[in-house]
DNA sequence: TTGAAAGCGGTACCAT
DNA sequence: ATGGTACCGCTTTCAA
């Protein structure tokens, strides 16, 4: 591997001068910069990036703390993954994949050995164990999710709250007074994922103001985990017109469920998903839904922490949600 | 941050023996090593990585090339990641996360930085362009998959020929003679996927060394491309009564438009899935599956980086396949 | 505009 | 069993 001595001999100049030009960190003539770059063309050098963080203090590298279990959607997270280490590129970094399982430690240890820039972490729990240790480090975090308490931490997020309102004003709006949340897991309420509570919490507050009902079921992502939701829903509010789906796996199976019940979509009931385009577009019915932006949010999550690393301060953003109409909102059957 | 030089002086020892208690490349007494080791706990030392690497040559982290966008089944690219960074962690190392769409150019930048110990390269294509560039690098590589031409780089993935025996094999047993695939989309046939193909050969070599017909049709995800595919298997083959499918975002559409016609599973035809188990699980029906040991392969991936990066030579490794009985498949109606 | 040289924080060789 | 120290390859101050 050639190095930046190497260099320095090729072009015939100190390798001060190659740093610098590499850097642009103080002016090069024309003539000399153009032969160091010969040069490292030539030698096809690529600076050693451990002697790099060494000397400069920066590593070049974004950790990205990522969950990779489960029961989460997949498709979404993978997403967000995809959208971070796109954005991270673009700004000249690479990213460190870390897992949530390794919790606190994982975080400790990367920062310890100073491997990273800067930290994005995913899936935050309303009290998170990982925000006091985050807070401590010399490395700067931005969230993505809301917790309970961000102070020092960067955030963003979709506005939940503001999906839920989204989504239950759209049904009220083509006149439903009856409506439902099939919502995700039990354990993702417990866990204390904080966009499961803020997009119940849209939904309620939405559907109170209104004055209409709405009644809120979380859901396993099963087929006979939708049969129970469903089954809770005709048994609490029977009337119920207007669907809420934030669960993406079961999406599928509640469109089918509804139909062989003797529920026409958007005929006799209306429709709302919570997810990816793609989801809406696949069943049989083009689903009217509200995306997750996680192409924006990840971008701006690594944006945030380019303006943390440039000593700016944390700041919290929560991006607008989106409503896209298609074919599966009707106005109520009277 | 605490130095080696720090603890040194905390312990009252040299550098040298602080840095030998750590790599235990040679012996130290038990009392100094506690007091290093108390000297450390102390002080909260974490070596630096970059001066580790610089000096050692060594970074103790992978890249991981990964499919990040693409119309692969996210799910399982999701398991493989997730497998390989666990596996990684077991071995002391952690993974750098590479997306495919940066092409040779990103696994040339990061060797050439010397950022990474070794490469695990996912979905490869027949004549992957990475695999040149892959060979020249000072940095050996394990590959997720099988190219045409493996020399000089490991290779580990499911039996993908086996797998469509196996599925054959089960629906002859079951007395079935006219057996149609539903395959993964063209795009993943033409962009050379390997997987495809393989599996596709081993599902007609079965057909006709059984004396069955097979009839292979590629199927676009979503709910028309099913339809569509699902109607040329029942104009060219219409007394179809085995079913594989090999492409999971489907397999529910399948079911339904199986059911829409009046055929009932497993009465009236069977159906063998290929891809995880919850797909398998989720269905009302269970269905008969052939996993995709995407754990397994990832951590035999990291298992076999770690084998050449201590010298061994590279190897081809292909997983078993292993069918699991559930309720999609039936004897053939007579 | 350019060069010389002192670190950055480890590793591992050479001694003792 | 332990210590001293020359690197590893780059950045950045200090000088010219």
Redesign the pocket.
Known sequence: ?A???DVAKAA?????????A??G?????A???ERIHAAIDELG????AG??S???RQTRVLALAAPLRSDLYVPVIMQFVAAVATAARAHDHDVLLLMNDEGPAGLERVAGGSMVDAFVVMDVATNDPRLPVLRQLREPTVLIGLPARADGLSCVDLDWEATGRLAVQHLVDHGHTAVALVGPPPAAYERGTTYAHRFRTGFEVAAAEAGIRGLAVPCEPSHDGLAASLARVDTEQPDTTGFVVHNEPVVGTLLHALKATGREVPHDVSVVAVGPHELAEGPAIRLTSIGIPADEIGALAVEMAADLLAGRSPQTRLVAPRLVERDSCGPMRA
């Open positions: 591997m190095t930046i001595v015939g100049v100190s390798v001060s001068t190659v740093s610098y590499l850097s960190r103080r002016p090069i003539s003539a000399t910069r050098y690529r600076p050693h002697a790099r060494l000397a400069s």
